[in-house]
């Protein structure tokens, strides 16, 4: 009682020297800052403090000075971290805000007024001079219409520069960016025309199309207005097609965003559900629209640039093929305009001769047959057929008159208009049709072209990418595919992706929670760097140890792996569950941690670490696999009565946590003294002959309801340190089969006990009164801080007394054993003179 109070004053004294200045600091960290929520803001003060006061703690003798110094300290690292959280927090909310204005620009509205524009400027004026007779009827309203889609265009290829700036490689500047600006400047010649006709209200005439060339060079005549403008109508509908695949890319895109919104909602709905028992477990994860992979886009993107390419290339050759055709037709008339001059000079250039009358006929007849009306003809200046003025019936735009201006070697100069509407009609009806025919097929290739690429490579490299990021994020994470198993995928994709898996959880249980800052840092870095400095971390350290390893190991030789791997599996499993993580496996040996966790309480986490070893005790004795070895007759025979059974120390203090090793092997574990004292702890419990032993640290930890549970059995130095340390036990109880008071079907896991409720059902099997009579024997052993207090003669009755109640009980036999064999003599029991209230432990 004397030794519990003693612990206890020194943890309240520690306590009370903290209160005002953790008051004063918590108030300077909630002025300078202003981040984060504050259930985040109240766990990283709750963290910090305790790391520092613990430290204190540890420390008593510098409390004044070193104690405050790392107090200060961590709240200062607390400080640092709420400003680096500043930093990211505006970044975040910089890409939430350009997230939030791209949504709007790929917002299914801004999508269909954007398609709308372009099917409108790719067919409205084709289809409105099909149908309109009167060539200049509704001209302004359709060019007015083009100008307005144009501004919509230039506004949107400006809102998409400005939001995507800070990310100029998905669209400023890129491949679609100045296809955009090239379908824009496509449109710049109906423009023009519409602000030329709205100074004329009747029009703008036809006549525009000049095939000029003389005698001397027949065949060098000047590239046409209308081979000008058919190329340039092909070249803009190439460049309307590419923008239609940009908006089909568009559409592609806002249903993967649509799809990804769903599946963020179900995991957020998944996560809302999650049991609040079990809120320690949550790990943050960004969806992969923040960090995943954007192969999607690129792959869909270069794809829809390879087609436009390929469509690029034909219209070039649909240009040149269109111009030789169109030279070719333009010889044909002016051979036939030289026949013509030979004639007339042949009749003395009188039009009203037979010869030439006849021969103008015959002209007339043959250019009619093709669609071409002769409508005007001049020699040097004199009319010699029709009227000029007929080539305002016809438009301009696009060309429906012929005109030809030859100067000959003797100076005569013929003009003539033929009419060409048939083949402006032929023009617009194969504008229509190539231009659909583009759409279509482009559309159609690209579509199918990107979905086989997305399913067979992008969603599958996507769900790699996830595994990875996953990894890097939490890489203590369980990992999981995403892709469906019944989809057809292809088969490597799949090994890949089965390989990671495998060589992640592989990852996973090699380094252990200790490695899951090397295995984040080498994914973030691409590289790996060994030899870099630890970190100190306050922690709870558990070693265990299976009890007979050696006779075992002779008895079941190879086979002696399966009952450490069976025991093991108990051990990770439970810690696990109670919120530890599996270190190392030494053989007979586990090395288990407790650190902090999520919003969890110091004392939740060393109850929790307890609980771990009481379960573990208590499973292993119903294990059928353990009771299968157990019962061997080999083992049974080399050790009569045999039960795997573990030795268990706790132990709480700073370790570094750090790589060791080389570029060739790392293990990824604790440096500490600390660490070593549990592996002594646990030694010390054959010593005792108790399962568990935890150390004063260890105890100061848990509330006043568990810690009554727990019997201090010593105070006792170990090798290395010369502090003296409280041993403390928990008299695990057994389950009804083996005459506990346990129900054999108990369930012990988290999900089922709370701990408030385990400590309920799962209560020492000593008693109360045992416990009571215990104390009093301890306190007559020990005698105080110094000693003493120490009466051990009646520290000796009250042993026996428990030896009455139970005859097999470790601590009393051990203690007595000790007592008699270290008092100056056994009647009187006197205590030796250096008695000063500990002892060495002699086990390792």
């Known amino acids: 009682a004397g030794a519990g109070a ?15 200045e953790h008051k004063e600091l918590e108030r300077q960290v909630q002025s300078t800052t202003n981040l984060g929520t504050a259930n985040q803001s109240r766990q990283r003060w709750v963290t910090a403090t305790w790391y520092a006061a613990q430290e204190v703690q540890r420390n008593q003798e510098h409390t004044s000075g070193e104690g405050r110094l790392n107090l200060v300290e961590a709240v200062k690292k607390v400080m640092d971290q709420d400003e680096n959280a500043a ?8 890409a939430d805000r350009q997230k939030r204005y791209m949504g709007y620009l790929d917002s299914y509205f801004v999508t269909f007024v954007t398609m709308s524009a372009t099917i409108y400027v790719l067919y409205a004026n084709d289809i409105h001079f099909l149908t309109q007779s009167n060539p200049h009827n509704g001209d302004a309203i359709i060019y007015g219409f083009t100008f307005f889609f144009t501004l919509i265009f230039i506004l949107e290829v400006i809102a998409r520069s400005i939001v995507q700036v800070v990310d100029p490689h998905r669209y400023f500047l890129t491949f679609f960016f100045w296809l955009d600006i090239i379908a824009i400047l496509s449109l710049v010649p109906d423009i023009i025309y519409w602000f030329s006709s709205i100074g004329h209200p009747d029009g703008i005439n036809g006549g525009l199309n000049v095939f000029a060339g003389d005698e001397t060079n027949r065949q060098e005549g000047a590239w046409d207005l209308l081979t000008l403008s058919r190329s340039g109508r092909a070249a803009r509908a190439g460049a309307r097609a590419a923008r239609i695949i940009r908006v089909l890319n568009l559409v592609q895109r806002l249903k993967r965003i649509h799809a990804e919104r769903t599946t963020t909602d179900h995991e957020h709905l998944g996560v809302m559900r999650t049991n609040d028992d079990e809120s320690f477990r949550h790990h943050p994860k960004s969806h992969l629209v923040e960090d995943g992979t954007d192969m999607g886009s690129k792959l869909d993107a270069r794809i829809s640039r390879y087609f436009v390419y390929c469509v690029g290339t ?26 013509m001059a030979a004639i007339f000079d042949g009749v003395g250039r009188d039009p009203d001769a037979e010869l030439w009358r006849e021969y103008l006929s015959l002209f007339k007849e043959q250019k009619e047959k093709i669609g071409n009306e002769l409508l005007f003809l001049e020699v040097d200046g004199t009319r010699i057929f029709g009227d000029e003025t007929r080539i305002k019936d016809f438009r301009a735009s696009p060309p429906a008159v012929l005109t030809f201006n030859l100067d000959f070697a003797d100076g005569s100069n013929w003009v ?67 892709l469906d198993e019944k989809s057809t995928r292809v088969e490597e994709v799949v090994q890949v992706e ?62 002696v792996v399966k009952l450490v791997n069976n025991v093991g599996s108990i051990v990770h499993d439970v810690t696990i569950e109670n919120h530890g993580a599996p270190n190392k496996n030494i053989g007979d040996a586990f090395l288990l941690v407790w650190k902090p966790k999520g919003s969890l309480t110091v004392r939740q986490i060393a109850e929790s670490a307890l609980r771990s070893y009481v379960s573990i005790i208590i499973e292993m004795t119903r294990d059928t696999v353990l009771l299968k070895w157990a019962a061997r007759h080999d083992i049974q025979e080399r050790m009569p009565g045999y039960k795997v059974r573990l030795g268990c120390g706790l132990h709480y203090g700073w370790a570094i946590e750090c790589a060791i ?23 010390a419990t054959k010593q005792y002959g108790v399962p568990i032993l935890l150390s004063g640290e260890m105890h100061g930890l848990m509330s006043d309801e568990v810690r009554t549970l727990c019997r201090l059995i010593d105070r006792v130095t170990v090798k ?82 428990c030896l009455q109640v139970h005859p097999d009980d470790g601590p009393s036999l051990a203690v007595l054993a000790y007592l008699e064999a270290n008092c100056v003599d056994k009647s009187t029991m006197q205590k030796p003179s250096n008695w000063v209230g500990y002892r060495p432990l002699t086990e390792k």
């Open 314 to 339: 034909m219209l070039i050759v649909a240009i040149v093929l269109s111009a030789a055709l169109e030279r070719s037709y333009a010889t044909q008339v002016r051979g036939d305009i030289r026949n």
């Open 661 to 683: 090793g080389s570029h060739h092997k790392i293990d990824a574990s604790y440096l500490s003294p600390h660490v070593n004292l549990s592996s002594r702890l646990e030694a």
């Open 498 to 559: 089965q390989a990671l898996v495998q060589l992640g959880a592989l990852l996973q249980m090699g380094l252990g929670e200790a490695g899951a800052k090397i295995i984040r840092t080498s994914l973030k870095d691409n590289g790996l760097d060994v030899n870099v400095a630890g970190k100190i971390v306050q922690a709870i350290f558990g070693f265990c140890d299976i009890r007979n390893f050696t006779d075992c190991t002779e008895v079941l030789q190879a086979d």
């Open 720 to 801: 290395g340190s010369n502090a003296p340390m409280y041993l403390y036990t928990y008299d695990v109880p057994s389950l009804q089969r083996f005459g506990g008071q346990i129900s054999d079907e108990i369930h012990l896991g988290l999900d089922k006990l709370s701990l408030y409720d385990y400590w309920k059902r799962v209560r020492p099997y000593t008693s109360e009164k045992f416990r009571l009579t215990w104390q009093m024997a301890m306190h007559s052993y020990l005698g105080g801080a110094d000693g003493q207090q120490a009466d051990w003669k009646q520290a000796k009755l009250y042993l026996n007394k």
């Open 87 to 94: 930093a990211e927090a505006l970044k975040k909310e910089k």
């Open 416 to 482: 003539m208009h033929l009419a060409d509407e048939d083949a402006a009609h032929r023009d617009l009806i194969g504008n229509i049709v190539f231009t659909t025919s583009v759409i279509v097929v482009l559309g159609s290739m690209t579509w199918l072209m990107s979905s086989s690429v997305r399913r067979d490579v992008v969603v599958p490299m996507e769900g790699l990418m996830d595994i990875i990021q996953s990894i890097r994020k939490d890489p203590m994470k369980p990992i999981t595919t995403k």
């Open 6 to 20: 003693s612990l206890d004053a020194i943890q309240t004294s520690g306590s009370q020297e903290l209160d005002q």
